[in-house]
């Protein structure tokens, strides 16, 4: 049974630090793995999604690893913003069902 | 270029009622995914649905929950005899195809709460 760690559960920092946001999963036989950010009393929006055979995406001020064969992923924020405070959460996908993890909130101080 | 649409967006049962959830999934996606928040928990599959087709129920409760996407019109997330630990905020993604190397596309959910 696929399971899905994110760590830590709560982060607080100053506003343009960089931050790094970890997942873990149990079992490396995934397709992708997508990393989610939630706003309170919002759905998910999709910030990057990994495939199997890629080691790394970026988006902007954003940067998603992914090393399959020790169940690892991070998300890299760089030049936080307050307008980055939110919930992110990943998701590995084992074939048309996602595992997320419990996410990481996010708090960036002005 | 409308996202996936669910409503309603608050949803206030008493206990042995029903509860419909509806989602309309992104224009072109044929595949639908439902999963569960419940408080202070992660998001939790429940169903993956095509058109008229349920692919994988493995995450429904055996009881009181159903779910159908009909040719026509949008999925339906059906809680039947509601109870107080059905409250939860209830996602609805789409995708074009399987979600191997797609994106899910989530709405804004439903909060249902049970009184």
């Known amino acids: 049974k696929q399971e899905v760690t994110q760590i830590p559960a709560a982060l607080s920092v100053p506003e343009g630090e960089n931050l790094v946001l970890n997942c873990s999963f149990t079992?490396?036989?995934?397709?992708?793995l997508q990393w989610f950010r939630q706003d309170p009393g919002k759905g998910l929006t999709s910030l990057l999604l990994?495939?199997?055979?890629?080691r790394e995406q970026t988006s902007g001020r954003l940067n998603a690893s992914l090393d399959k064969s020790s169940g690892r992923s991070t998300l890299y924020i760089a030049a936080s913003q307050p307008g980055d405070s939110a919930t992110y959460l990943c998701?590995?996908?084992?074939?048309?069902?996602?595992?997320f993890g419990t996410g990481t909130s996010l708090t960036v101080i002005p | 270029n409308a996202g996936v649409m669910q409503n309603p967006r608050h949803l206030v049962r008493r206990r042995g009622q029903e509860a419909r959830l509806r989602c309309s999934p992104m224009?072109?996606?044929?595949?639908v995914y439902w999963y569960r928040q419940l408080p202070e928990e992660g998001l939790k599959f429940m169903v993956y649905?095509?058109?008229?087709?349920?692919?994988?129920e493995s995450g429904m409760p055996k009881e009181r929950f159903s779910a159908e996407f009909p040719k026509e019109g949008p999925s339906i997330l059906r809680i039947q005899q509601v109870v107080r630990g059905d409250s939860a905020a209830y996602f609805c993604?789409?995708?074009?195809?399987?979600?191997?190397?797609?994106?899910?596309?989530f709405g804004d959910g439903t909060r249902l709460s049970i009184l």
């Open positions: 993604a789409s995708s074009p195809i399987d979600s191997l190397n797609q994106p899910q596309h």
């Open positions: 079992d490396s036989a995934i397709y992708n």
């Open positions: 990994i495939q199997s055979s890629q």
């Open positions: 998701a590995v996908d084992r074939g048309n069902q996602f595992y």
């Open positions: 224009k072109g996606h044929s595949h």
């Open positions: 649905l095509q058109k008229e087709n349920i692919i994988d």
